[in-house]
């Protein structure tokens, strides 16, 4: 049973667009989400987090949305650049504010920015 | 700082041979993870060690086992070596075993067992 779920295998958008990432959670205990991104032969590196207590986190041309009741985040890059091609995988944790430190990752999506 | 290391990068298994697979970090860090990759799974934690001492298990603990042998190095150990092992195996480490606080990886292992 797949608690994270990436549905978009992958994603092509031009140079200087948005690119916009999706991902929908099934477990309402996950409150804190996370966006790794990786290169291949490369472990990931994290990128941007978000509690459940808010709904929307920025940093630089990266953006996530939460939205708890369709509980669905969204990562959004603005605008893409061809060095954000890599692999992104959300993440979830029932954790926060607790000592847990378990993630659940989904399957990820393979950006591609083309010149 | 070289971050978390993992040695091997590449490793070929046949079914029942064991080995250990190793990593370090050089960031001070207290806890470390083991997760595995495998195609259309996204990653999965094996097990994890919260501070110097304990161990826990994650999603996927069956067939393996980890030594925590000081706060640098986080060991994992395949006892006999099945197919279904066949993975990519990626070593992290965070400054605290909350989920808040960033886990830096490691460049990976790719493990082949036939």
């Known amino acids: 049973d797949q608690q994270v779920k990436q549905n978009s295998p992958s994603l092509s958008v031009q140079e200087g667009r948005i690119s916009i990432l999706n991902c929908d959670y099934t477990?309402?205990?996950?409150?804190?989400f996370l966006w790794y991104k990786k290169y291949p032969a490369e472990g990931p590196t994290f990128l941007i987090s978000?509690?459940?207590?808010?709904d929307k986190n920025e940093d630089g041309r990266f953006t996530v949305f939460l939205n708890k009741s369709a509980k669905h985040l969204s990562l959004h890059i603005v605008p893409s650049q061809p060095g954000d091609s890599a692999v992104y995988f959300c993440?979830?944790?029932?954790?926060?504010?607790?000592?847990?430190?378990?993630?659940?990752f989904g399957t990820g999506t393979l950006l591609a920015v083309q010149p | 700082n070289a971050g978390v290391t993992q040695t091997p990068k590449f490793q070929v298994l046949k079914t029942g041979q064991s080995m250990t697979l190793q990593c370090a970090q050089d960031m001070n860090h207290n806890s470390m993870y083991w997760y595995r990759q495998d195609p259309g799974m996204g990653l999965r934690l094996i097990y994890y060690?919260?501070?110097?001492?304990?161990?826990d298990k994650g999603e996927v603990p069956n067939g393996y086992n980890v030594s925590r042998l000081n706060k640098r190095e986080f060991s994992l150990r395949l006892e006999s070596a099945a197919p279904s092992q066949t993975s990519v195996y990626f070593c992290a480490s965070s400054t605290r075993d909350r989920v808040m606080d960033e886990q830096y990886f490691g460049p990976g292992t790719r493990l082949t067992v036939t």
């Open positions: 993440a979830a944790s029932a954790g926060y504010g607790g000592a847990t430190n378990k993630l659940i």
């Open positions: 978000i509690s459940s207590i808010k």
């Open positions: 477990n309402s205990m996950f409150d804190y």
């Open positions: 060690s919260a501070s110097e001492g304990t161990t």
